[in-house]
């Protein structure tokens, strides 16, 4: 049980390289970009955000997403935090997220670069993993620079979200050649996008707003926080929270549309008295005047438009009924999503090994002895927050910890 290599060198993979060194003289990271931790330079803007202290249940999505719930405990946010403390990292908090105080990712990845310094794992940059065989001896693990053996394997590959930072979905066949069964891996926390024509007069626009999802007509969640509008559609963090519910749909064909409120604060009924009252005190300027500072300006004419009321018409002609109609449009803005945003686009992926065929206490296969699995690579993903890279340390934590303990 002594050797063990871990298949990429990522958040998940690194963590694992610190638990699994902690207790084993020989941990190798094959990693087949030029440098380990692409992908943490890239979260939170370039902050990290971490973790958060705010956990639970409705963060972790999967086919079964209480597997979640069971791995998490093993090693929970304030063994990161602490952990974390102890590698160098002092934690700033903004509203329950917490990023570096150093606000710099690069602060997380130089961190666990000298902690496996210290404890001497071996890195192996530009070395791409083509295959793994498992017979009685151990594992043989097929690389484009030659050929490595280990006692256990750790994947930590990742799913196939921005492959440009280095995950580019090769854990996947990895796994599957390995005997696992793969959930489709589809992009999450990614934007949405629509067909309708007005979207390229709305691009740029950025405001709160309410927003709920459904699928096949049926309520199927909601969200607040700030919408940003574009070309193709819709994105912003409430967009990417619902975004994992919508892409799954609409892989299943079905129809997936969102009920926009503009302006969460008023009800229908007020917004109606609040336009009444607008258009009623100079009927000689125009209805698209009428709305100047209630809403973005282009958000107001597209709106107008789509209320059946011509920007251009003066107030005076605009009636109770038409009012009432532009105000169910800002309160209901109906979106009908024609598709998710791609891979490369996308910050996480849904799906992965299946978490039925993965021991919940051990991360370890159920069908091969020796092999664990952490991160990404799993039917596990969590939304904006991070929750991903909570996800990433546990895994890799639990997996580190228990690959060297012989059973
Ligand atoms: C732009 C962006 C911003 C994000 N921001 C946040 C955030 O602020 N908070 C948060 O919680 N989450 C965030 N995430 C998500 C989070 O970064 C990921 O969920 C997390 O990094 C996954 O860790 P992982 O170890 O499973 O996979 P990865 O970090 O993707 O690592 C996998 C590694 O394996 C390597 N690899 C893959 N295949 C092979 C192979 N065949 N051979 C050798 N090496 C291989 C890859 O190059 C990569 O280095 C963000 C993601 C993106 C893209």
Not at 159 to 186: Q, T, V
Request: net charge neutral; glycine share 10%.
């Amino acid at each position: 049980m002594g050797n063990v290599i871990i298949v990429g060198g990522g958040a998940s993979g690194l963590m694992a390289a610190v638990f699994a060194a902690r207790q084993l003289e020989k941990v190798t990271v094959l990693e087949h970009k030029d440098k380990i931790g692409k992908k943490i330079l890239a979260t939170g803007n370039g902050k990290c955000n971490y973790t958060n202290l705010d956990q639970g249940p409705k963060m972790y999505r999967g086919n079964d997403s209480s597997f979640a719930m069971k791995v998490l405990p093993l090693f929970h946010v304030n063994h990161t935090i602490d952990l974390f403390k102890e590698l160098g990292i002092y934690p700033k908090e903004k509203n329950g997220y917490l990023y570096p105080n150093s606000e710099q990712a690069s602060s997380v990845v130089e961190v666990l670069k000298l902690e496996l310094n210290r404890l001497k794992v071996k890195i192996c940059c530009e070395v791409d993993v083509e295959g793994i065989k498992k017979d009685k001896s151990g594992f043989l693990i097929i690389t484009n620079k030659g050929e490595y053996t280990a006692d256990t394997v750790i994947l930590s590959a990742g799913g196939c979200a921005s492959p440009n930072l280095g995950s580019d979905g090769s854990g996947y066949g990895l796994a599957e050649k390995l005997g696992h069964r793969i959930i489709k891996p589809l992009p999450a926390l990614v934007q949405l996008k629509s067909d309708a024509k007005y979207f390229k007069t709305l691009a740029g626009v950025r405001t709160k707003v309410f927003i709920r999802l459904f699928i096949e007509d049926n309520f199927a969640a909601e969200e607040q926080g700030e919408l940003l509008l574009a070309a193709y559609g819709v994105s912003g963090i409430p967009i990417m929270q619902l975004s994992s519910y919508a892409t799954r749909a609409l892989d299943q064909k079905k129809k997936v549309h969102l009920l926009i409120d503009f302006l969460p604060e008023v009800t229908k009924e007020e917004l109606v008295e609040m336009l009444y009252k607008r258009v009623g005190r100079n009927p000689s300027v125009t209805a698209e005047e009428a709305l100047i500072g209630l809403f973005n300006n282009k958000l107001a004419y597209v709106g107008l438009k789509q209320a059946g009321i011509d920007p251009l018409e003066l107030c005076a002609l605009v009636g109770k009924n038409k009012l009432y109609h532009l105000a169910e449009q800002f309160k209901e803005w109906k979106v009908v999503i024609s598709g998710p945003g791609t891979f490369d686009q996308a910050q996480v992926t849904a799906g992965g090994v299946d978490t039925a065929e993965i021991n919940d206490r051990t991360l370890e296969s159920k069908l091969v002895k020796g092999l664990y699995f952490t991160g990404e690579i799993i039917d596990i993903d969590g939304t904006c927050g991070g929750y991903n890279l909570q996800w990433a340390w546990t895994t890799g934590a639990v997996a580190g910890m228990n690959c060297g303990i012989m059973k």
